[in-house]
Nanobody, 112 residues
Framework: VQLVESGGGLVQPGGSLRLSCAAS????????MSWYRQAPGKEREWVAG????????NYADSVKGRFTISRDNAKNTVYLQMNSLKPEDTAVYYC??????WGQGTQVTVSS
């Protein structure tokens, strides 16, 4: 299993970013996928999830209405569109499908 997150960066409050997670080493279309994040000094928390075919999504209350998870099974990739970003969204973001292995994550920093 390999998960490679990308798309993070520095953005001002109110801005947007789109994260990508390229997956390999397993049958991607058979797994629900989630995004997680870990802020400095805090435990990793679940952010959003999507079913294997993409028909259902769920979000943490803290990001509902601002973030959108999607996937492209033809490209073995899951995305997280993040709008109206807030400083409290600053964290390293990871994707996972319930595996023990984690990727390196992608840093998102929201600051003016």
């Amino acid at each position: 299993v390999q998960l490679v997150e990308s798309g993070g960066g520095l953005v001002q409050p109110g801005g947007s970013l789109r994260l990508s997670c390229a997956a390999s080493g397993f049958t991607f279309s058979s797994y629900g996928m989630s995004w997680y994040r870990q802020a400095p000094g805090k435990e990793r928390e679940w952010v959003a999830g999507i079913t294997s075919a993409g028909g259902r999504t769920n979000y943490a209350d803290s990001v509902k209405g601002r973030f959108t998870i999607s996937r492209d099974n033809a490209k073995n990739t899951v995305y997280l569109q993040m709008n109206s970003l807030k400083p409290e969204d600053t964290a390293v973001y990871y994707c996972n499908g319930g595996f023990q292995a984690w990727g390196q994550g992608t840093q998102v920093t929201v600051s003016s």
